[in-house]
C-alpha cells in the first residue's frame, strides 16, 4: 500500500478550511449573489456578508472595520500600500522615497522598483546574520523623512520575526507610515495593529485556510494612499472595483478562526517543529537552521543540507510523498540563490541547499515523522548522485 502523501508547505499556501467553505457557499450559489453595490435585496444581502466580514477582520487585528480595505490577496495589498504611500507623499509635495529591508518578499520589493521607475527613490535596508533589520540603518533612512517604511513581520522563507513594534516606534516618532506584510504572521504571532504601532498592515487568505484571491490592507488614515487601481467608488475609492463576496466571507471566517485558535496552535506548531528539528539534526548531523537562535515563527523551518541542492531534494522529497519548498527560485532549470538568504551572509553554495518546511492547522506529529525517515534517504540519494557527477 502506497505511504500517504504529507504536505509540508503550508507557508506556500493551505487547504480551505470546512468551516470557510460552508461560510462562503450562500454567496456563491442562489441566496446571496448579488452585487453588494445593488440597491435590492440581493445586493444588501452580499452587502451585509461583506460589513460582517470586514467587522470580523478588524477584530482579529485589533483594528477599525472602517481602516479594512479588501484585495485580491498580499501582493495587491503590498502594491496598494508601498506605491499607494509613494504616490501620496508625492501628491503632498514630498519625496517619494520608500524603505524596504533586503529581506522582503518580492511583491514589496517589485513594488518599491516600480516607485524607483517612476522617479522615486528605494531604500533597500540590510539585515543582520539573523534577519533582522539592521536598526542603525533604518535611523539613517528616515532622517530624510520616506514616504514609507516597509518591513515584514515574519518572513516567509525562513520564519524570521522581525522587532515590528520597534520599527513602527521610531518611523511614528518622525512622521514616517509603516506598513508590515503579516501574511505568515496571522495566526502565529499575536498581532494588534493599534499596539504595534503599524499604519498599514496586509494579509492574504490563502494562507489561513481561506480560498486564494484575497486578502486585505489595513489602512489607518486614508490620506495615506492614492489608488492604484481606479474605476467605482467600492471601498471610499481606495481600492474599487466590485468586491469578490465569497472570498471575503471566507477571509473573515478563516480571520476569526486563527484569531481564536492562535494561542492554542503557537504551541502546538512549535512542538511539531522542535520534534522535527530534532529528528533532522540526529539524522543529518552537518544540517543548518536558518535563523536558528533568533526570533522564529512556529510553521517555518529552512535548513542548509551541505552536499545537497534544492531543485533536487524537492524532486526527490515529491517522489517519496513529501511536498516540501525551496528558499531558491527556479528560474530557466538552473537553481538561484534565495535574495532572502544573501542577504543574511549566506554564501551562494549553501544557500542552494536550503529546503523550507512549512507547517499548517492539518499537520501532525505523524507527518513529521513520516518526513523525518523519509529525508535522511532522499538527502543520502542526492549527495551520492552529486559525488558521481563531481567524479565524471
Known amino acids: ?60 487585528l485589533g483594528a477599525e472595520p472602517g481602516h479594512v480595505v479588501f484585495t485580491s490577496g498580499g501582493t495587491e495589498a503590498d502594491n496598494l500600500a508601498v506605491i499607494g504611500a509613494a504616490r501620496a507623499a508625492r501628491k503632498r509635495g514630498r519625496a517619494m522615497a520608500v524603505v524596504v529591508s533586503a529581506v522582503e518578499h518580492k511583491a514589496v520589493l517589485a513594488a518599491a522598483h516600480a516607485v524607483a521607475e517612476l ?117 471610499e475609492g481606495v481600492r474599487p472595483g ?12 478563516a480571520m476569526v478562526m486563527a484569531a481564536a485558535e492562535q494561542a492554542d496552535e503557537v504551541a502546538r506548531l512549535t512542538t511539531l517543529r522542535e520534534a522535527l528539528v530534532g529528528h533532522l539534526r540526529k539524522a543529518i548531523p552537518d544540517l543548518v537552521v536558518v535563523g536558528d537562535g533568533g526570533p522564529l515563527a512556529p510553521h517555518v523551518l529552512n535548513v542548509l543540507i ?39 551572509g549566506i554564501t551562494d553554495t549553501k544557500a542552494i541547499t536550503a529546503i523550507r518546511f512549512s507547517l499548517g492547522h492539518e499537520s501532525s506529529i505523524d507527518d513529521v515523522v513520516r518526513a523525518a525517515e523519509v529525508v535522511p534517504g532522499c538527502v543520502a540519494k542526492v549527495r551520492n548522485l552529486a559525488g558521481a557527477l563531481s567524479r565524471g
Open 242 to 253: 466590485t468586491e469578490n463576496v465569497p472570498g471575503i466571507i471566507g477571509l473573515g471566517q
Open 1 to 60: 500500500m502506497p505511504q500517504p502523501q504529507v504536505y509540508l508547505d503550508h507557508a506556500a499556501t493551505t487547504p480551505v478550511r470546512p468551516e470557510v467553505l460552508d461560510a462562503m457557499l450562500p454567496y456563491l450559489g442562489s441566496e446571496a449573489f448579488g452585487n453588494p453595490s445593488s440597491a435590492h435585496h440581493f445586493g444588501r444581502a452580499a452587502r451585509a456578508g461583506v460589513e460582517r466580514a470586514r467587522q470580523q477582520v478588524a477584530e482579529a
Open 306 to 344: 551541505p552536499g545537497t541542492d534544492s531543485e533536487a531534494m524537492i524532486m526527490h522529497l515529491d517522489l517519496a510523498g513529501i511536498a516540501v519548498s525551496t528558499g531558491s527560485a527556479c528560474n530557466t532549470g538552473a537553481v538561484e540563490p534565495s535574495h532572502v538568504l544573501t542577504a543574511m
Open 119 to 235: 522617479g522615486g527613490l528605494q531604500i533597500v535596508l540590510p539585515v543582520t546574520r539573523q534577519g533582522i533589520v539592521q536598526m542603525d540603518a533604518l535611523d539613517q533612512a528616515l532622517v530624510n523623512q520616506p514616504a514609507v517604511v516597509s518591513v515584514m513581520w515574519v518572513n516567509n522563507e525562513t520564519g524570521v520575526i522581525q522587532p515590528v513594534q520597534e520599527i513602527a516606534q521610531r518611523c511614528e516618532s518622525v512622521g514616517v507610515p509603516f506598513h508590515t506584510d503579516a501574511v505568515q504572521a496571522m495566526g502565529k504571532v499575536k498581532i494588534d495593529v493599534a499596539r504595534a504601532g503599524c499604519s498599514l498592515l496586509t494579509i492574504s487568505g490563502h494562507k489561513i485556510g481561506a480560498p486564494k484571491g484575497v486578502g486585505a490592507l489595513v489602512v489607518r488614515q486614508p490620506d495615506m494612499l492614492e489608488p492604484i487601481v481606479h474605476g467605482g467608488s467600492q471601498q
